[in-house]
T-cell receptor
Framework: GQNIDQPTEMTATEGAIVQINCTYQTSGFNGLFWYQQHAGEAPTFLSYNVLDGLEEKGRFSSFLSRSKGYSYLLLKELQMKDSASYLCAVRVNNAGNMLTFGGGTRLMVKP | GAVVSQHPSWVICKSGTSVKIECRSLDFQATTMFWYRQFPKQSLMLMATSNEGSKATYEQGVEKDKFLINHASLTLSTLTVTSAHPEDSSFYIC??????????????FGAGTRLSVL
Protein backbone atom coordinates (compact mmCIF):
# COMPACT_ATOMS: atom_id res chain seq x y z
CA GLY A 1 0.00 0.00 0.00
CA GLN A 2 0.92 3.64 0.17
CA ASN A 3 2.01 5.63 3.19
CA ILE A 4 1.43 9.37 2.87
CA ASP A 5 2.37 11.82 5.61
CA GLN A 6 1.67 15.50 5.98
CA PRO A 7 1.43 17.77 9.03
CA THR A 8 -1.97 17.86 10.69
CA GLU A 9 -2.19 21.60 11.22
CA MET A 10 -0.32 24.77 10.32
CA THR A 11 -0.85 28.43 11.10
CA ALA A 12 0.40 31.36 9.06
CA THR A 13 -0.12 35.10 8.78
CA GLU A 14 -1.99 36.91 6.05
CA GLY A 15 0.42 38.08 3.33
CA ALA A 16 3.09 35.56 4.28
CA ILE A 17 4.38 32.43 2.54
CA VAL A 18 3.69 28.92 3.80
CA GLN A 19 5.07 25.56 2.70
CA ILE A 20 3.09 22.38 3.30
CA ASN A 21 5.16 19.21 3.04
CA CYS A 22 4.10 15.74 2.00
CA THR A 23 6.19 12.59 2.09
CA TYR A 24 5.13 9.32 0.59
CA GLN A 25 6.28 5.73 0.35
CA THR A 26 4.88 3.78 -2.52
CA SER A 27 5.77 1.44 -5.33
CA GLY A 28 4.83 2.24 -8.89
CA PHE A 29 4.51 5.99 -8.33
CA ASN A 30 2.55 7.65 -11.11
CA GLY A 31 1.79 11.18 -9.98
CA LEU A 32 1.16 13.39 -6.97
CA PHE A 33 -1.79 15.73 -6.58
CA TRP A 34 -2.67 18.59 -4.27
CA TYR A 35 -6.27 19.49 -3.50
CA GLN A 36 -7.79 22.28 -1.42
CA GLN A 37 -10.85 21.56 0.68
CA HIS A 38 -12.86 24.12 2.60
CA ALA A 39 -14.90 22.84 5.51
CA GLY A 40 -18.06 21.10 4.37
CA GLU A 41 -17.16 21.31 0.71
CA ALA A 42 -15.64 18.99 -1.85
CA PRO A 43 -11.93 19.08 -2.68
CA THR A 44 -10.86 21.27 -5.58
CA PHE A 45 -7.85 20.45 -7.75
CA LEU A 46 -4.75 22.61 -7.26
CA SER A 47 -1.80 20.89 -8.90
CA TYR A 48 -0.37 17.73 -10.43
CA ASN A 49 3.29 16.65 -10.51
CA VAL A 50 4.60 13.54 -12.17
CA LEU A 51 8.14 14.68 -13.00
CA ASP A 52 10.69 16.20 -10.64
CA GLY A 53 10.65 19.93 -10.28
CA LEU A 54 8.50 22.90 -9.54
CA GLU A 55 5.11 23.63 -11.08
CA GLU A 56 3.94 27.22 -10.62
CA LYS A 57 0.35 28.36 -10.93
CA GLY A 58 -0.29 31.87 -9.71
CA ARG A 59 0.12 32.13 -5.94
CA PHE A 60 0.42 28.35 -5.63
CA SER A 61 3.43 26.22 -6.54
CA SER A 62 4.04 22.51 -6.09
CA PHE A 63 7.38 20.71 -6.00
CA LEU A 64 8.19 17.03 -6.43
CA SER A 65 11.27 14.92 -5.78
CA ARG A 66 10.60 11.34 -6.74
CA SER A 67 13.91 10.05 -5.43
CA LYS A 68 13.13 11.44 -2.00
CA GLY A 69 9.41 10.64 -2.03
CA TYR A 70 8.74 14.26 -1.19
CA SER A 71 6.51 17.05 -2.34
CA TYR A 72 5.55 20.45 -1.06
CA LEU A 73 2.82 22.96 -1.78
CA LEU A 74 3.91 26.58 -1.53
CA LEU A 75 1.32 29.29 -0.99
CA LYS A 76 2.43 32.89 -1.45
CA GLU A 77 0.76 36.16 -0.45
CA LEU A 78 -1.57 34.32 1.86
CA GLN A 79 -5.15 35.46 2.03
CA MET A 80 -7.76 34.72 4.68
CA LYS A 81 -9.70 32.65 2.16
CA ASP A 82 -6.72 30.27 1.94
CA SER A 83 -7.72 28.88 5.33
CA ALA A 84 -8.65 25.33 4.39
CA SER A 85 -7.41 21.76 4.42
CA TYR A 86 -4.79 20.83 1.85
CA LEU A 87 -4.77 17.22 0.74
CA CYS A 88 -1.81 15.42 -0.77
CA ALA A 89 -2.74 12.40 -2.90
CA VAL A 90 -0.72 9.81 -4.78
CA ARG A 91 -1.57 7.76 -7.85
CA VAL A 92 0.19 4.48 -8.61
CA ASN A 93 0.61 2.35 -11.70
CA ASN A 94 -2.00 -0.28 -12.44
CA ALA A 95 -4.60 1.51 -10.35
CA GLY A 96 -6.11 3.66 -13.07
CA ASN A 97 -6.90 7.11 -11.76
CA MET A 98 -7.48 5.96 -8.20
CA LEU A 99 -5.96 8.32 -5.65
CA THR A 100 -4.80 7.59 -2.13
CA PHE A 101 -5.00 10.61 0.14
CA GLY A 102 -2.88 11.70 3.04
CA GLY A 103 -4.55 12.89 6.21
CA GLY A 104 -4.68 16.49 5.07
CA THR A 105 -3.15 19.64 6.55
CA ARG A 106 -5.47 22.21 8.07
CA LEU A 107 -4.10 25.66 7.41
CA MET A 108 -5.29 28.60 9.44
CA VAL A 109 -4.45 32.05 8.12
CA LYS A 110 -4.51 34.76 10.75
CA PRO A 111 -4.68 38.53 10.22
CA GLY B 1 -11.71 21.95 -15.53
CA ALA B 2 -14.27 19.19 -15.96
CA VAL B 3 -17.52 19.29 -14.02
CA VAL B 4 -18.85 16.58 -11.73
CA SER B 5 -22.33 16.98 -10.31
CA GLN B 6 -23.49 15.20 -7.17
CA HIS B 7 -27.02 15.08 -5.84
CA PRO B 8 -28.46 15.49 -3.27
CA SER B 9 -26.16 17.75 -1.31
CA TRP B 10 -27.86 17.03 2.01
CA VAL B 11 -30.21 14.27 3.08
CA ILE B 12 -31.78 13.41 6.40
CA CYS B 13 -33.47 10.04 6.73
CA LYS B 14 -34.86 7.67 9.31
CA SER B 15 -32.94 4.64 10.42
CA GLY B 16 -33.72 1.62 8.23
CA THR B 17 -34.44 3.52 5.04
CA SER B 18 -32.31 3.55 1.90
CA VAL B 19 -30.74 6.60 0.35
CA LYS B 20 -29.54 6.99 -3.24
CA ILE B 21 -26.79 9.43 -4.18
CA GLU B 22 -26.10 10.33 -7.81
CA CYS B 23 -22.81 11.34 -9.37
CA ARG B 24 -22.79 12.71 -12.92
CA SER B 25 -20.00 13.80 -15.21
CA LEU B 26 -21.48 16.75 -17.06
CA ASP B 27 -19.04 17.46 -19.88
CA PHE B 28 -17.10 14.24 -20.31
CA GLN B 29 -17.55 10.50 -20.25
CA ALA B 30 -16.26 8.55 -17.27
CA THR B 31 -15.73 4.81 -17.46
CA THR B 32 -14.56 4.92 -13.88
CA MET B 33 -15.82 6.91 -10.92
CA PHE B 34 -14.75 6.78 -7.30
CA TRP B 35 -16.78 6.98 -4.10
CA TYR B 36 -15.25 8.33 -0.91
CA ARG B 37 -16.40 8.76 2.64
CA GLN B 38 -15.16 11.50 4.93
CA PHE B 39 -15.68 11.90 8.67
CA PRO B 40 -15.29 15.31 10.35
CA LYS B 41 -11.73 16.59 10.39
CA GLN B 42 -10.48 13.48 8.63
CA SER B 43 -9.26 12.83 5.13
CA LEU B 44 -11.05 11.05 2.32
CA MET B 45 -11.29 7.28 2.51
CA LEU B 46 -11.89 5.42 -0.71
CA MET B 47 -14.93 3.16 -0.49
CA ALA B 48 -15.16 1.74 -3.99
CA THR B 49 -14.33 2.12 -7.63
CA SER B 50 -17.37 2.28 -9.88
CA ASN B 51 -16.87 0.70 -13.31
CA GLU B 52 -19.22 1.40 -16.19
CA GLY B 53 -20.95 -1.78 -17.32
CA SER B 54 -19.39 -4.03 -14.71
CA LYS B 55 -19.27 -4.64 -10.99
CA ALA B 56 -17.80 -2.12 -8.64
CA THR B 57 -14.55 -2.84 -6.83
CA TYR B 58 -14.88 -2.35 -3.09
CA GLU B 59 -12.10 -1.50 -0.67
CA GLN B 60 -11.38 -3.80 2.21
CA GLY B 61 -13.90 -3.43 5.00
CA VAL B 62 -16.62 -1.85 2.86
CA GLU B 63 -19.78 -3.96 2.67
CA LYS B 64 -20.91 -4.27 -0.92
CA ASP B 65 -24.44 -5.24 0.09
CA LYS B 66 -24.65 -2.18 2.30
CA PHE B 67 -23.31 0.29 -0.24
CA LEU B 68 -24.75 -0.62 -3.63
CA ILE B 69 -23.07 0.96 -6.63
CA ASN B 70 -24.51 1.11 -10.12
CA HIS B 71 -22.66 2.61 -13.07
CA ALA B 72 -25.16 2.10 -15.85
CA SER B 73 -23.94 4.79 -18.23
CA LEU B 74 -20.76 6.66 -19.07
CA THR B 75 -21.96 9.75 -17.22
CA LEU B 76 -23.78 8.41 -14.16
CA SER B 77 -22.86 6.39 -11.10
CA THR B 78 -25.16 5.90 -8.13
CA LEU B 79 -24.40 4.93 -4.55
CA THR B 80 -27.26 3.53 -2.51
CA VAL B 81 -26.85 3.28 1.24
CA THR B 82 -29.23 0.47 2.15
CA SER B 83 -30.94 0.17 5.51
CA ALA B 84 -29.11 3.22 6.77
CA HIS B 85 -28.19 3.51 10.44
CA PRO B 86 -26.85 6.43 12.46
CA GLU B 87 -23.28 5.16 12.08
CA ASP B 88 -23.63 5.63 8.32
CA SER B 89 -23.98 9.36 8.85
CA SER B 90 -21.07 10.93 7.00
CA PHE B 91 -20.00 13.07 4.07
CA TYR B 92 -19.98 11.05 0.83
CA ILE B 93 -18.06 12.38 -2.16
CA CYS B 94 -17.63 11.08 -5.69
CA UNK B 95 -14.91 11.82 -8.18
CA UNK B 96 -14.39 11.28 -11.89
CA UNK B 97 -11.98 12.37 -14.54
CA UNK B 98 -11.82 12.55 -18.33
CA UNK B 99 -9.91 9.78 -20.06
CA UNK B 100 -8.50 12.09 -22.73
CA UNK B 101 -7.56 15.66 -23.34
CA UNK B 102 -5.51 18.05 -21.27
CA UNK B 103 -7.29 17.09 -18.04
CA UNK B 104 -7.03 13.33 -18.47
CA UNK B 105 -4.91 12.82 -15.38
CA UNK B 106 -7.08 14.89 -13.06
CA UNK B 107 -9.85 13.67 -10.78
CA UNK B 108 -12.65 16.18 -10.20
CA PHE B 109 -14.94 15.94 -7.24
CA GLY B 110 -18.65 16.34 -6.84
CA ALA B 111 -19.94 18.77 -4.22
CA GLY B 112 -20.50 15.95 -1.74
CA THR B 113 -23.56 14.61 0.04
CA ARG B 114 -24.01 15.05 3.76
CA LEU B 115 -26.05 12.13 5.08
CA SER B 116 -27.65 12.31 8.50
CA VAL B 117 -29.44 9.19 9.71
CA LEU B 118 -31.78 9.71 12.67
Amino acid sequence: GQNIDQPTEMTATEGAIVQINCTYQTSGFNGLFWYQQHAGEAPTFLSYNVLDGLEEKGRFSSFLSRSKGYSYLLLKELQMKDSASYLCAVRVNNAGNMLTFGGGTRLMVKP
Amino acid sequence: GAVVSQHPSWVICKSGTSVKIECRSLDFQATTMFWYRQFPKQSLMLMATSNEGSKATYEQGVEKDKFLINHASLTLSTLTVTSAHPEDSSFYICSAGPTGGAAKNIQYFGAGTRLSVL
